[in-house]
């Protein structure tokens, strides 16, 4: 198992590119299976959760070949399986979202429960209610088994916002029969660059970035290629990186539309940044001042299906706020477990009230010393590598796996910053 070993209190300096979205990859890896002709996925993220997709997409028949550095061609001639295996499966959330397109291709699938971050309830139901109106009989025991002779268009209001539900469906409903329309669809940056390449490929959608989705199915989709849009989330990582180490970092390839929910939730702990183009500008000499409600009350920062503010970072923010002079309210409204990591934090000398397993009150500025951690999820992992590059002395994170599915070559990237992290076996 590795760790990194982080000497904090050092600034962040200098120019950092950003990876392509994660939660954009994944489903688009998936949708590749939606046709028999090549597939040319670019600025696909060097991690661990994309090489768990490949390996299912390669377990079910299809061929992937990198042509150059996170640019990969991916084929599924022939379909030798409709099952996902277990071992890839177990890994990571995403591997759900090859019954959307397995079951408009085959009429098909067999998927064993989804793994990923333990960060609470995370349903299942929505999946397979779109799935269901679209055709499907769905039988659920040690495995889901979905089948349909037939696809046909429905007219379906999802019973929440889910992303990777709404990209299930929609990837299921392009080669079915008809109009399909999507109500309360979830409207992410992925969710649309899913929809893009679908596009690209000849699907037809209508409604892209919005929560109605009206898709006409067609008989066949084609090859394309594709560019993953920047990841948000890992944009928002550095701000809050640059931000509590005093640093002055430039970071490239956003997409600043992708950041604007993301500027007012930091604009309340008092951090702002420009922009010109793709290039984000964090600069030193933040106030680093939590700004008030009107009237002097405390802000909250709470997240919510896009366009609120992204639950994955929530646990940014947190460590965020401990660094900030002032108080303020963080509300996580979707996941029950997402703050149970503030203990640690506690640990190191953050000043927090955890209300409920949704919601807590933090008070800074804290001085924060290294500790020992264990990194319990991908965000929560990133959490603590920033609390930790804020605190004086040394600090060890294990577990450092669940921060590297989602984190392209973290370490090497921040050292050239000026980061002293080094990564052990």
């Not at 660094?323 to 963080?330: A, D, M, N």
């Amino acid at each position: 198992m590795s760790e990194y070993l982080i000497t904090g209190g050092v600034p962040l300096n200098g120019t950092i590119k950003v990876s392509g979205n994660k939660n954009a990859a994944l489903p688009c890896i998936a949708a590749a299976t939606l046709t028999d002709e090549p597939i040319i996925l670019k600025n696909i993220p060097d991690i661990e959760d994309v090489r768990v997709m490949l390996d299912a997409f390669i377990a079910i028949g299809g061929e992937v070949e990198i042509i150059s550095a996170n640019v990969y061609k991916m084929q599924l001639k022939d379909i030798k399986s409709s099952e996902i295996p277990m071992e890839q499966a177990k890994k990571i959330r995403a591997s759900i979202l090859f019954a959307g397109p397995l079951l408009a291709r085959t009429g098909k699938v067999i998927l064993p429960p989804p793994g990923g971050d333990v960060i609470g309830r995370r349903r299942l139901d929505t999946h397979f209610l779109v799935l269901t109106e679209l055709g499907s009989k769905v039988k659920v025991g040690d495995n889901f088994s979905f089948t349909a002779k037939n696809l046909t268009g429905a007219d379906i209001f999802l019973d929440e916002a889910s992303v990777t539900a709404t990209e299930n469906a929609i990837m299921a409903a392009v080669l079915a029969k008809g109009k399909t329309i999507l109500t309360n669809a979830a409207s992410e940056p992925h969710v649309q660059d899913l929809c893009r390449m679908l596009v690209e490929m000849g699907a037809q959608i209508e409604g892209i970035g919005s929560n109605i989705l009206t898709i006409n199915g067609v008989k066949k989709l084609s090859g394309c290629e594709f560019e993953i849009g920047a990841d948000f989330m890992e944009v928002g990582s550095f701000i809050g990186l640059a931000a509590v180490t005093g640093g002055d970092l430039h970071i490239q390839g956003a997409r600043y539309q992708d950041m604007r929910p993301a500027k007012v939730a930091f604009g309340k702990l008092g951090i702002f940044w420009a922009h010109e183009g793709t290039v984000i500008h964090v600069p030193k000499n933040q106030s680093m001042e939590v700004n008030h409600d009107l009237g002097g009350m405390i802000p909250k920062i709470d997240d919510a299906p896009w366009p609120g503010f992204p639950p994955d970072l929530i646990s940014i923010v947190i460590v965020v706020a401990t660094q900030i002079k002032g108080t303020v309210l963080i509300h996580e409204k979707m996941y029950e477990s997402r703050m149970f990591f503030v203990d640690k934090l506690i640990g190191m000398g953050a000043r927090i009230v955890l209300c409920d397993p949704h919601r807590a009150v933090i008070s800074g500025p804290s001085k924060l010393h290294g500790s020992e951690l264990i990194s319990p999820d991908v965000r929560a992992g990133m959490a603590m590598l920033i609390a930790a590059m804020a605190a004086e002395g040394k600090s060890v994170i294990r577990n450092v796996y669940q921060i590297e599915r989602g984190y392209e070559h973290l370490t090497d990237r921040l050292a050239s910053l000026g980061a002293q992290i080094v990564r052990k076996e």
